[in-house]
Every structure is written in C-alpha cells, then in structure tokens.
C-alpha cells in the first residue's frame, strides 16, 4: 500500500511537470517547462486545490535521493574542467550566485508562508 501511495504522489507531480512541458512548448516560452509545472503546483497549493499531503511522500523519497541525481553532472564537471579555465570560470561564478539567489528567495518565500499561516490559525 505504502508503495502505491509513493507511486501516486510522484505521478501527481509528474502531470504538473507535463503539463508545464506542455504549456512551454505550446507557447514557445524561454521558461523551462519544469519551471512552469512547478509554478502550476504553488498555485494549486495556494488556491488549496492541491494538499502537500498529496504529495509529501513521493517528494521525500526523491528528495532523499537527489544527491544520487546530481552525481551525472558532477563527474561532467570533473571531466571536463578544462571549460573553466578563462571566460568559463564565469560559469563558477553565475552558478554560485543564481544558488544563493535561490536559497535566500526560497527562505524568504517559506517564511513569509510560515507566517501567514501561523497568522490565519
């Protein structure tokens, strides 16, 4: 039973995915199809037509693995160092500063939610 439950929260957020691909594609927009799933979602969180129990143990189990997921990208980076000698050491740079940009926006964002919350009980 548990594993369905599993099965079922992760196809939840696969139809937002899908359907932000869908949305991306059909529009020709420059955002990333995933983004835009991910945006649909926080919508039907904040209209409460979508409930984070539907989901919370399909995104435990993928957030439990997602150094797993990252493990690609990291042995790219190692093989091919050379790309960050010169001009690609900007790279570095803008891929530190967009993950600190997105850590303090999503802090931000989920105090900001914690509070109205907690304001609203």
Known sequence: MQ???????????FVFYYTGVWIQEALQLMIPGSIIGMLLLLVCFSLNLVK??????GTSLLL???????????????AHTQLFTGKGLWLVVIAYLSTLLVL??????????????????
Do not use: C, K, Y
């Open 3 to 13: 594993t369905i439950r599993i099965v079922f929260h992760i196809g939840i957020l």
């Open 64 to 78: 439990s693995h997602m150094p797993l997921l990252f493990l690609p990208v990291t042995a790219g980076v190692i």
């Open 104 to 121: 303090v926006t999503s802090g931000w964002t989920v105090q900001l939610l914690l509070r109205r919350r907690n304001h609203h009980e």
């Open 52 to 57: 984070p129990v539907w989901i919370e143990q």
